[in-house]
């Protein structure tokens, strides 16, 4: 199914300049659509992710307006067109 | 996102890498040291805790450890002088996957020895070495030092549990130091593959037992590479030295308001000569007496005396972290250093009188110096045969 990721400004360095990128994804989940956009773009991972695979602290993934930590994670399901916004939470100083 | 200035650095200039808790900047001048001219900031808006210059074997690089609260920790290079920065898309530094780690943060970059140019050392958060072989481009763990006994009991200080200090032995391949808050010194033998505590008579006030194996909680640590057995430390309470590669140490405090204190450096030139910059106590992190004074000694921890020429006496509780003081090579030497209040000091007379050189930048973390080719001092011209000067200067 084709979904829709929103790149935040950071991370555009990355996505050759792109804050949209669509991925036709024979995903289901949250964690299979990452995968795909990893694949088309790697220095998101790190970034996004730490070593072990693990969601980093202060980086929030919503599908649509829910946090997939609210969710089942990177389980969670995806529903066809859905937007993946990866947004950097509030923090710092 | 802020405008970035850049500088041309050019033959004989010397830069300023200057880390802060918001950002990069460098700070050029030409071999005068008087006006500086400032580029940055690079990486706006990340912490920038270890900075290095490598000029080995023709190479112009900048590294710098990069860290977003956001994006996580990695490191970029740039062969001219900030215009352009290399960061990988994967990042090199990287634990292993069946460990429970992940890189925080890098304390330290440090270019390996003149006879292998592509070698590069890295300490970073957790508690770790990294060394690169093929100039930064695939890094290894130390597994010897990673997989250590003592690891479990190794406790994070208050800037977490890192390994901030490296120091390479120039004449033996195999040896070299490193130092961890708080774990203390560690030194091989072996190229990296064992390490042995290297801790006899350095204290550990905040320990039931004052002078444990290891588990000290040691700041910094400087040795001279023409007497690299002689080390000098600066311990969370204690200056030490050590004349036996770290075997042991000896307290060298006469004449220093406090013991505590972050950075401390070495003179290029002269190995009796080191600077610290004394802060009260680790309940109040900040310059005593409200003066902002470096201290140096000229006879190798016998015995301190402040430098003060210059620096501001009134009002001034700063503090300066461990990495944030290095020196130059000219003759006379320049010494700087920067604050957590966003200033940085410098002086082209071996610390005898200083200057601002730089105030309004974040919090500094880190200062390095690079000297651009055709930097270094000159020996002075001798009055003796030429065939003679030829042969010394081989």
């Given amino acids: 199914m084709a979904v829709v990721f929103y790149i935040p400004s950071y991370l555009r360095n990355f996505t050759e300049g792109r804050g949209r990128v669509p991925v036709d994804a024979r995903a289901g989940t949250v964690g299979e659509a990452l995968a795909e956009l990893w694949a088309l773009y790697p220095g998101v991972r790190d970034r996004v992710v730490d070593e072990r695979g693990k969601l980093r602290q202060h980086v929030n993934v919503f599908v649509g307006d829910t946090n997939i930590r609210d969710a089942r994670g990177f389980e969670t399901v995806l529903v066809q067109g859905v937007e993946i916004s990866i947004i950097p939470a509030v923090s710092g100083g | ?394």
């Fill in chain 2, 1 to 394: 996102m802020p405008q970035t200035r850049q500088i041309s650095a050019r033959d004989g200039d010397v830069v300023l890498l200057i880390g802060t808790m918001k950002g990069a900047f460098l700070l050029r001048s030409d071999k005068k040291r008087k006006r500086w001219e400032m580029g940055g900031p690079y990486f706006p808006g990340q912490t920038i805790y270890a900075l290095a210059y490598d000029g080995r074997a023709g190479k112009r690089r900048l590294w710098a450890g990069i860290q977003s609260e956001h994006w996580g920790a990695s490191v970029a290079s740039s062969d001219d002088f900030g215009r352009t920065w290399l960061e990988p898309d994967t990042v090199p530094i990287r634990f292993p996957e069946a460990s429970n780690d992940s890189l925080k943060r890098i304390w330290q970059i440090l270019p390996g020895r003149e006879e292998e140019p592509d070698t590069i050392y890295c300490g970073v958060e957790p508690a770790a070495l990294f060394r690169s072989t093929d100039a930064g481009k695939t890094w290894q763990l130390a597994r010897g030092l990673y997989d250590h006994p003592h690891r479990k009991q190794w406790q994070p200080g208050g800037g977490g549990l890192c390994l901030h200090t490296i120091v390479l032995d120039p004449r033996n391949r195999e040896r070299m130091w490193i130092a961890i808050s708080t774990g203390g010194v560690y030194r091989t033998d072996d190229g990296g593959v064992t390490w042995r505590p290297r801790n006899v008579g350095v204290s550990a006030e905040f320990l039931p037992d004052k002078y444990p194996e290891f588990g000290q909680c040691v700041h910094k640590v400087v040795s001279h590479p023409s007497k690299p057995d002689r080390l000098f430390l600066q311990n969370h309470w204690g200056l030490f030295r050590s004349d036996d590669g770290a075997d042991s140490w000896k307290a060298i405090e006469k004449g220093v308001p406090t013991t505590f204190g972050f950075a401390m450096a070495m003179h290029p030139h002269d190995p009796s000569t080191v600077f610290n910059l004394p802060i009260e106590a680790d309940m109040f992190r900040a310059t005593p007496e409200g003066k902002l004074r470096v201290y140096r000694t000229k006879n190798g921890g016998g015995s301190w005396q402040p430098l003060s020429a210059g620096l501001p006496q009134k009002n001034a509780y700063e503090c300066v972290l461990r990495d944030a003081m290095s020196t130059d090579r000219l003759k006379p030497a320049g010494v700087y250093f920067g604050t957590r209040s966003g200033k940085v000091y410098g002086s082209a007379s071996d610390g005898n009188r200083w200057a601002l050189v730089m105030d309004g930048l974040p919090p500094v973390t880190c200062v390095k110096v690079a000297q651009v080719a055709g930097a270094a001092a000159k020996p002075k011209p001798k009055r003796k045969p030429a065939k003679k000067a030829a042969r010394k200067r081989r």
